[in-house]
């Protein structure tokens, strides 16, 4: 199955740099294999083969070290930081649920050497490779997969023109003197990664801007009837006769609330992020704190769900895998509408693709 990630990978490596990167251009075909690259990590999971119901519980360090590097290689070559961390951050997580399941000593000399790498890492190299990646992100679209990694090894290993830089982007979006009324984030450390869990203007300015447009907002309503509308496979939209271009909303709520509360002419079209109540407020005034309770239990529920404890404690290949995705849930993104796209499509597709998948396998390994 690890395979099947591998080849979706290559795949938007050979598209890269054409017109075939955009998602409109991408087709179902595109569609798939975008989908399928978040397989490429699932060997994390042999780290803990009885919680996924393996009865073999040997772990193939080495094979698990070549692996990854390579994984990290195709993350850099396509600016993809997600398939990169994701792996690393769900490993610890899961180390963590182990600790508390089996009731284990958490702090112990091998445990306080690894964590005290892992900061050094997160903190130093990783977080360096990382901001060499986001600023070579439009790198990926407009050139080959070859010069894309080129150009971000050259400024990963020339420290202070990265960090120059990372300075420049931050200030031209940052307000740490009053300068840049208008930002949308803030300057707080030099981390990239830990800048994305402590950013609080982006939270504050989607309140401001919620409150100054007003709450239950009719633009918001709009937003929300097409991004429903959109949940459901072009092909039955066709059916239907529904003929709008789902890409000509392919905005955040973040995006949204900027533009209109900016004034701008032209839609905004940044993927910005945004606070998760001033959405909520923006699309349904105090009656969304109502909606948002059901529907984050029903993601509770449906990611309980996936898990067996009737025999053995067992969790799914995919959920351990994509601990980190649920654990932030609450990050500065597109609000309940994540959890609504989880619910209404992306949470069955990828349950359903993963289901197909596996039996095409198991089949292919049975008639051998």
Known sequence: MAGAGIFALLYNITIQGTDMMDAENKGAWGQIMNQMTKFAILPIAMLFPKYYGRKNTAIPRTSLIVYFSFIIFLAIVTTKRTLMFTGIVSWGLMAFLVVLLENKKLFKTKTNIL????????TGPVADLATAMILNRQSAYSSK?????????????????????YNMASLSNSDNGGDNFYAWSEYYVDNILLDRICNLRTQDLTLDYATKLGYDNSKMHRYAENFLMFQIPTPILDIFGYTTNKFDSNYTPGDLLSTEGLGLKNMYKGFRVAGDSGIGLYWMGYSYYIFAFFIYVLVFYFFSSLVSTKLQFIIPIPIIIALLKYM??????????????LILRNGMQDILLYVILFGVIRLIIRQK
């Open 328 to 341: 932030t849930y609450f990050n500065n993104s597109t609000g309940i509408f994540k959890s609504l796209n």
């Open 115 to 122: 964590i005290i790498i892992g900061l050094y890492l997160v």
């Open 145 to 165: 997969a070859g010069e894309t990694f080129t150009n971000i090894w050259k400024l990963y290993s020339d420290k202070e023109k990265l960090h120059n830089a």
